[in-house]
């Protein structure tokens, strides 16, 4: 029988085992010193991840961890069909990062969307970790959960000013791309958000005229 607690600690000493002192100088650079980091890049993380077979228990100890790797190596861990909702709000909890952010919605909480509804999703994460969700959603499914949810979510980021992320524009992408047969209505209603969104008027401006691009050509 797996002791959660005690295979954890196996896992954080390979770890640390593997640790780059130069690495996690990077790493600090486009991080921050919010978290600590034994200077694991994503690829080699992922795979020592694969000498593990995934399991909850697991991924609850490691996702507490005060280190960069423990987190990430919690999300490649993670049994998505067996994730409750209490593991599911201490692994938003513990995203406290963009690139932890990025890992929990491509690993975590765009798997968790295949499995359940958009609305049960909805109840536990922000604007900002929803897009980032329905762009990993659509890169891994080639799909999304439903036009108008997306074309709401997308109108919704803009009003929160979340403008600097790249995360709206691949969103937009998204739509443009999973739903071919909506494409001038989701251009009409791109026109609609800048006159509601005028301080993205610009930017939205550039996503039309990237789709009309692509029309053209």
Request: with cysteine; net charge positive.
């Amino acid at each position: 029988m797996t002791d959660p607690k005690l295979e954890s600690r196996k896992i954080l000493k390979k770890l640390f085992k593997n640790a780059n002192g130069d690495a996690a100088d990077a790493i600090v650079k486009y991080q921050g010193r919010e978290l600590p980091s034994f200077g694991i890049m994503y690829p080699d993380i992922k795979n020592l991840s694969e000498q593990y077979p995934k399991h909850n228990g697991i991924a609850a100890e490691l996702i507490i961890k005060n280190t960069r790797e423990a987190r990430i190596m919690a999300m490649l861990l993670v049994d998505v069909p067996k994730l409750d909702e209490q593991l599911l709000r201490v692994f938003i909890k513990q995203s406290v990062t963009g690139e932890l952010k990025n890992h929990l919605a491509r690993h975590v909480l765009a798997p968790f969307l295949k499995c359940n509804s958009w609305q049960k999703l909805s109840s536990f994460v922000d604007v900002q970790l929803a897009v980032k969700t329905f762009v990993q959603y659509f890169r891994m499914n080639a799909e999304l959960p439903a036009f108008d949810k997306s074309v709401k979510l997308l109108s919704v980021w803009l009003n929160e000013n979340y403008q600097p992320s790249m995360d709206g524009p691949h969103l937009a992408e998204a739509i443009y791309r999973c739903f071919p047969a909506k494409r001038a209505d989701f251009k009409a209603k791109l026109f609609d958000m800048q006159n509601s969104h005028p301080g993205a008027a610009a930017q939205i401006q550039n996503w039309i005229d990237d789709f009309q691009y692509v029309e053209n050509n």
